[in-house]
């Protein structure tokens, strides 16, 4: 790609390696240094990392609000202060006396409108620091429970392990949501703790493992979804005629009905910008992507 492109870059992320140097490794590959990610993967994560280059950073942030879609292993018995299994173990209880069928039911549970207390070990700021800082400094973290929206969860093998049991999930959840807590929560659920042994995300709103690309296949070719494809995948679309699109190059509101955050394009295919409805009842820019 030129230095002026811009565009999606969907990379299938490795286990062992952050977010933050997934950026690294495409701002070389890219050769620019403007690249964002739409949400973080921890480090134990793989799979699906959403990755704007240039213009297409501004995308992120709308792109962030989507559903995403999770596959991940559960293991009952053992709790851990990251609820995954990086932490260090505060808690066993023998789980081998839960039958399947009420795990399955405890899982159900965790479908539908939650109120979600975060991981303590996350990227949220309390006091303008991360709580994932505070928390290997040794500081106690409370975090207010957050509204998620679970709108699938589907329990695959359930196996038992010794004292421990072990459950495969697919999960479609909103963003925001944290697998590793509905881990410890399951876990809570059922009186014998739970963390996440394995996550792997597969999809971000439209982009799913199908499209994402491993760092070494970008090694060897470079290759990005142009911008005004990714807005076209990832929100509604209108084409405008030639009148409003001048408009939208300064700004102007548009006499459109809209259901929620719209691209709207020039009538040769530009992606120009999102809009949205306003009180005012003439749809506004909330980010234009052209001058």
Avoid: W
């Amino acid at each position: 790609m030129t230095r002026s492109e811009s565009g999606l870059v969907v990379v299938d992320k490795p286990g062992g390696i952050t977010s933050h140097g997934v950026v690294s490794r495409v701002r070389r590959l890219a050769g620019t240094r403007k690249v964002g990610h739409a949400g973080t993967l921890d480090p134990m994560a793989t799979g699906v990392l959403v990755l704007g280059i240039n213009r297409a950073t501004r995308l992120l942030g709308h792109l962030m609000l989507t559903e995403k879609r999770y596959d991940a292993t559960i293991r009952l018995g053992e709790s851990r202060h990251t609820d995954d299994a990086e932490g260090e173990v505060t808690a066993t209880t023998p789980a081998g006396h839960l039958s399947e069928e009420r795990v399955r039911t405890a899982a159900a549970a965790f479908v539908g409108d939650l109120l979600q207390v975060p991981t303590a070990v996350s990227a949220i700021k309390v006091d303008g620091r991360r709580a994932h800082q505070l928390v290997r400094e040794g500081a106690e973290v409370e975090l207010a429970a957050r509204p998620v929206t679970v709108h699938e969860l589907v329990v695959g093998a359930v196996r038992h392990v010794g004292d421990v049991v072990d459950l495969d999930v697919s999960v479609r959840c909103s963003s925001g949501t944290y697998i590793r807590a509905i881990a410890r929560d399951l876990g809570a659920a059922l009186d014998v703790g739970g963390h996440l042994t394995a996550l792997r995300r597969t999809a971000v709103g439209e982009f799913d493992l199908s499209v994402a690309r491993t760092l070494e296949q970008l090694e060897e070719e470079f290759g990005f979804v142009p911008i005004a494809e990714a807005a076209r995948r990832s929100f509604p679309a209108v084409d405008l005629d030639a009148r409003q699109a001048a408009g939208v190059r300064v700004g102007r509101r548009l006499d459109l009905e809209l259901a929620g955050t719209t691209a709207v394009f020039a009538p040769d295919g530009e992606f120009l910008a999102l809009y949205e409805p306003s009180e005012q009842g003439r749809a506004r820019a909330t980010a234009v992507f052209v001058g």
